[in-house]
């Protein structure tokens, strides 16, 4: 299996990573892997601005979905497309 980049730690919960994602409507943000917490760049991680989706429409605050079953994880080069590699941990 091919480990995916990550940004960060999830913050408050001390386990799982945050991961670029691309949403319903092809952009990319970024959940944490473990309770599918949304921020909408690297720079909000661990701040208030972040959402917490869920259903029916499992909006996001710039009007996108994270419906599950249509998004994915981002690739390395998908991250560097949009320059945020180095925001990636180490």
């Keep these: 299996m091919v480990s995916l980049p990550y940004f960060a730690e999830c ?3 001390g386990q799982g990573v945050v991961r670029a994602m691309i949403d319903t409507e092809g ?3 970024l959940m944490c892997d473990e309770d599918g917490t949304v921020w909408l760049h690297p720079d909000d991680i661990g701040t208030d601005r972040f959402a917490q989706p869920s ?3 499992w909006s996001l605050p710039n009007g996108d979905h994270v419906l599950p079953g249509t998004t994915r994880w981002a690739t390395l080069e998908e991250i560097g497309s949009v ?3 180095s925001y990636l941990s180490s």
Excluded: F, H, L
Aim: charged residues 25%.
């Design 11 to 13: 913050p408050d919960i």
């Design 27 to 29: 952009r990319m943000i």
């Design 55 to 57: 259903g029916p429409d």
């Design 83 to 85: 320059g945020w590699t």
